[in-house]
């Protein structure tokens, strides 16, 4: 497969990735054969270990682990919320207040695809915090106290403020200029309008942890990329809050 990540960091433990959207992190459970990180990160280590994932059209920072060591200590930072990844989302509608906690319990559906909100659901808690407001859109900052298939989109799509282009747990797919645009829009004769984002609007924007071997305290920050920055211009022009 094509190259579609960049290393941010590497040594003899862990390897941690800046991941294009589009792209698996890890094997499919259903297709193994689907290009994916881990199978590519395999074919020039020894060993290459998932402890960590994100969504296929989700991009930004993902890690692995080079050794049986490195994947049980690194696993059990997860576990004990040692390691704080946050997430970046552009969200619809004005998310309310300005920071808060999503407690809502999350079930995989039947088709083990899709997850609901669902009391019969395992427990499920997500921080947010507004970084910025426009009319109608929201961009946030985000947290996961656990780690639930699809937990943040489905917890912002359950407070009305669904990621922008999410097309499994939102109202809309691609998302268009003209959208925030709307009369001010024009086209010329036999153009065709291109989507700004054609996935959900959602990036692992950072990593804090102390590494367990070297002692090392470590944050890694990776800006979101340019279709989300593309949005996020087009907003702040167009939609900024009055």
Known sequence: MARHFDIVFE???????NKSAGVLSA??????DIPNLKATLSRTRDEVYVVDRIDKNTSGLVLFCKTEEAKKMFTELFETQSIKK???AIVQGNLMPEKGIIDSAV?????KVKVSISPKGKNAMSHYKVLERFKNYSYVSLVKETDRRHQLRIHLYSKSCPIVADKMYGASGDFFL??????RFNLKKDEVERPLISRQALHAYSFQFTHPV????LIFEVN???DIRALLTQLRKLNAAS
């Open 178 to 183: 003209s959208q925030i645009k709307k009369k």
């Open 224 to 226: 979101p990329p340019k």
């Open 27 to 32: 094997p499919d459970r259903y297709d193994p």
């Open 214 to 217: 070297s002692e090392e305290e």
């Open 86 to 88: 946050t997430y970046r």
């Open 11 to 17: 040594d003899e433990h862990i390897i941690l990735l």
């Open 107 to 111: 079930l995989v559906q039947r088709d």
